[in-house]
């Protein structure tokens, strides 16, 4: 059984920078698909950034490009949310979300298609 912790959330200044972990285990000797999820008070979740265990291909979504950068470390089966310039609308409960897949193949971007699910971090920017 697949499980996914996240951690590193807290509050910061804006302009400021946080980093976020997904680790993860029960996985088994497979390609996956690692992606972080936002969702902010009374608004649907969102994309942030994707992953694939395999090639290390990243997909960043426009509203973080050029801020944050998704790795991840195969070694502790860990992936991280490095999160810079961070901004006020960055605050929200952000999740770590994961999906077996295949080498080569392109990470999905809606959140329907992942079927593990962290228990989300924190994180709060004042402005």
């Known amino acids: 059984q697949v499980q996914l912790t996240e951690s590193g959330g807290g509050s910061v200044q804006a302009g400021g920078s946080l980093r976020l972990s997904c680790a993860a285990s029960?996985?088994?000797?497979?390609?996956?698909?690692m992606a972080w999820f936002r969702q902010a008070p009374g608004k649907e979740r969102e994309g942030v950034a994707t992953?694939?265990?395999?090639?290390?291909?990243?997909f960043h979504f426009d509203a973080v490009k050029g801020r944050f950068t998704i790795s991840q470390d195969n070694a502790k089966n860990t992936v991280y949310l490095q999160m810079n310039n961070l901004k006020h609308e960055d605050t929200a409960m952000y999740y770590c979300?994961?999906?077996?897949?295949?080498?080569?193949?392109?990470?999905?971007?809606?959140?329907?298609?992942?079927?593990?699910w962290g228990q989300g971090t924190q994180v709060t920017v004042s402005s």
């Open positions: 979300a994961s999906l077996r897949s295949l080498w080569g193949y392109s990470c999905p971007r809606r959140e329907s298609s992942y079927n593990y």
């Open positions: 029960g996985f088994s000797r497979s390609t996956y698909c």
């Open positions: 992953i694939s265990t395999g090639d290390g291909k990243t």
